[in-house]
């Protein structure tokens, strides 16, 4: 027993048990393999997220190996991936700019907090709650991602760039605006070139790392021919004064923002200690929320102006005259003086969030890179975290720890369906919420179960989570001795590794799969992909509007379950009269009930029972059959003794069946059993009737009972599937 329980607490010591050298092999050659996918993969999805690439490797550095020896599957590949990478940078874009230090702290703070929370649901066993994100609604969000973060990469694939606008189809919008004005065709045909290696090397063989010889490839080009091509001006070897015009607005927006962001700490502080001290109805915090008011709507008004500044200079573009100092002077291509000799490229000026340094303006002839990376291991520390920031958090770090964990968990199902292994999901839980606590303290963003990454696991032959811990060792490797040679990596490149890896994601057979089970859960499914595509960058929204529709219809079935009359068919079960058209028994009314009785429901039962009853001039005995009834509530049991009342009060007989054991009890403790009659609750419904039909049809002229003689009609094969002796031996249970 105490073995058993190391073991749950420690999953990998029963790797040991029976491993050997041939195990070990595999499990290196798995992980070397997964790892050739992983470090590219990562960079990529980083920068989706809104971070520097290399917090991607950090992010592959920690995570995998850790969830892999606490988790359950041994085949599963956790580390950096594309859904959860966006929804971190949908949590985090209102909180701060991408990229920058704050924006850094914020997605580790998440990361901790995603753990924290997969964590603890998977200590206290609560792995069903993934349940809410129902299929329907995670295929709808997660066709609708795909398109967004392969469509998020379009201005790096065409090298332009564009801010974020409210809605993500007004940024892909100015994306394709800016594309017809300029493209950067250097940058395309890289990314052009990574598609065709990636697709030709997946289809001559799954082996291949692709993604790998696409980096390799791409990177030594862009290299030898000198790609990025970025050089450091003074504002004033610019030609062009309304350019120096607009380069003074520009930073004279910059330094008012932060001016008055620092007017709204001070202001803040002061709202805040006065409504703790008056209350928020006192008139000095009114005038102090009123200033605070002022001045939100001033950052937002220089907001705006930057974002316009900004993007009129990206739409300046230059050509530029070598200088015999070794200089360049910058000129619109319509000012270059006659006869002059250009460098031969388009020049553009990088601008970013903050105020730009005349003495040093960065202007770029080429393509974007990943450019400098830290060679050598994250720093291991504490999250710094605060309350504020917590509580802010939360919400999103909930719906990333439950998408994370859906993915995770389908992906090792899939794997465990083949290899035989018996997962369990709690355990999974706390792999993968160890897994993200963990890497948060090696600076590591939010991170899941990659689907890509786990099926070349499984494919290269990986045993156990061993396989793993390799890979995260040659992410050590990369980091301490190899970063240099991803300086030159194009951008565009990892654009193009991102769109390769969500084509995956789009299955437009999921939404007819759902239609063909049931219409509602397609129409749910398109729902959620529509308003996530509609509501992008804010995904939430999408996930939270199509759980809020499953959850009506959830109750809009329960409210109103399937009752339908029976009689005998002529296979000689008892099924719905109406949709097989039987005859109905003018003295019985056999009743079905598919559904608990709940406070939500209780008056749709009683509101049919009575209106059979009145439909039926002459019924003598009511059967309600309960096979489809798991639960009985206070609401449900008290109406169900008032219509007993009721029926009987009418001189009707009253008999239940198919009445589960929880249900049964339930009964008894209430008294309603008693009041019932143990004798008039039966098994099935075929010995009810047996049970009743004497009595109910005594002085009937009813010459041939629907109940009970087998009705001479022809019913296709698929329906009855019986043979015609069967037919004329009538069987008493039931079916559908």
């Given amino acids: 027993m105490a073995v058993i329980a190391i073991e749950r607490i420690f999953p990998f010591l029963g790797w040991i048990k029976d491993y050997s050298a041939d195990k070990l092999r595999a499990d290196l050659i798995s992980g070397l393999t997964v790892a050739l996918v992983l470090v590219p993969q990562s960079m990529a999805y980083a920068q989706l997220a809104g971070l520097p690439a290399y917090y991607g490797l950090y992010a592959a550095f920690l995570p995998p190996m850790v969830a892999a020896l606490f988790g359950s599957s041994r085949q599963l590949a956790t580390g950096p991936v594309a859904v959860v990478s966006l929804m971190t940078a949908t949590a985090l874009e209102p909180l701060a700019t991408s990229g920058s230090e704050a924006y850094i702290a914020y997605a580790i703070i998440l990361a901790l907090l995603v753990g924290v929370f997969q964590l603890a649901l998977g200590i206290l066993r609560l792995g069903l709650i993934v349940n809410f994100l129902s299929h329907p609604v995670v295929n709808g969000f997660t066709n609708a991602a795909a398109l967004i973060i392969a469509s998020s990469q379009l201005s790096k694939l065409f090298g332009v760039y564009v801010d974020s606008a409210a809605h993500h189809y007004e940024t892909i919008h100015n994306v394709l605006k800016a594309a017809v004005s300029y493209t950067h065709w250097p940058t395309l045909g890289l990314a052009v070139l990574a598609f065709a290696i990636m697709i030709i090397l997946r289809r001559l063989s799954r082996r291949i790392p692709c993604v790998l010889v696409a980096v390799v490839v791409t990177t030594l080009i862009s290299w030898l021919t000198g790609f990025e091509h970025n050089s450091q001006v003074n504002v004033n070897q610019i030609q062009s004064p309304p350019f120096h015009r607009l380069v003074n607005e520009f930073d004279a927006a910059c330094d008012g923002l932060i001016r008055e962001c620092d007017e709204r700490v001070l202001l803040r502080n002061d709202y805040e200690t006065v409504v703790g001290d008056q209350g928020m109805e006192s008139r000095d915090a009114i005038q102090a929320g009123y200033k605070l008011h002022i001045v939100d709507s001033e950052i937002n008004r220089l907001k705006e102006q930057i974002h316009e500044y900004r993007t009129e200079l990206r739409g300046f573009f230059f050509q530029a005259i070598n200088q015999p100092d070794g200089s360049l002077l910058f000129y619109r291509p319509s000012e270059l003086p006659s006869g002059s000799e250009t460098t031969g490229h388009i020049w553009r000026l990088k601008v970013g969030n903050n105020a730009l340094d005349t003495a040093s303006l960065t202007m770029t002839g080429g393509g974007a890179v990943v450019g400098n990376i830290p060679s050598g291991l994250p720093a291991l520390k504490t999250p710094s975290i605060t309350i504020s920031t917590a509580v802010g958090l939360i919400p999103m770090a909930m719906i990333i720890s439950l998408l994370g964990f859906m993915e995770a968990i389908s992906i090792a199902k899939a794997m465990a369906a083949k290899t035989g292994q018996r997962l369990n999901p709690n355990q999974e839980l706390i792999g993968q919420g160890i897994g993200n606590i963990v890497g948060s303290f090696g600076q590591s963003y939010a991170v899941s179960g990659s689907f890509s990454r786990s099926a070349v696991n499984l494919q290269a032959g990986a045993v156990t989570g061993l396989s793993s811990v390799f890979s995260s060792l040659v992410v050590v490797i990369t980091l301490m001795f190899f970063t240099p040679f991803l300086y030159h990596l194009p951008q565009g490149v990892l654009a193009a590794i991102i769109m390769m890896a969500v084509v995956g994601l789009l299955n437009v057979k999921t939404f007819v799969h759902a239609w063909r089970v049931q219409k509602f859960d397609g129409i749910i499914g398109i729902i959620s992909f529509v308003f996530t595509l509609a509501f992008a960058p804010h995904l939430d929204r999408g996930i939270i509007i199509g759980v809020a529709l499953s959850l009506l219809v959830y109750l809009v079935r329960n409210m109103k379950p399937a009752i339908s009359m029976l009689s005998l068919h002529p296979d000689g079960t008892y099924r719905n009269r109406l949709r097989f058209d039987l005859d109905q028994c003018r003295h019985i009314a056999v009743i079905r009930y598919s559904g608990s009785i709940f406070f939500a429901n209780v008056s749709y039962l009683e509101d049919q029972v009575l209106e059979t009853v009145r439909a039926m001039p002459e019924l003598r005995h009511v059967l309600i ?94 329906d009855t599937e019986k043979t015609s002796e069967d037919i004329k031996r009538p069987h008493h249970g039931e079916n559908d």
Wanted: charged share 25%; hydrophobic share 40%.
């Fill in 625 to 718: 059959v309960g096979n489809g009834i798991n639960e009985l509530d206070a609401s449900g049991e008290e109406t169900l003794a008032g219509l007993v009342g009721r029926l009987r009060e009418q001189g009707l007989g009253v008999s239940m069946s198919g009445l589960n054991d929880v249900v049964i009890d339930a009964m008894r403790r209430t008294g309603l059993l008693a009041k019932i009659g143990e004798e008039n609750i039966h098994r099935n419904a075929g010995r009810a009737i047996e049970n009743i039909w004497g009595h109910a049809h005594r002085k009937s002229d009813e010459e041939e009972c629907p109940l009970k003689v087998v009705p001479l009609k022809h019913f296709p094969v698929a």
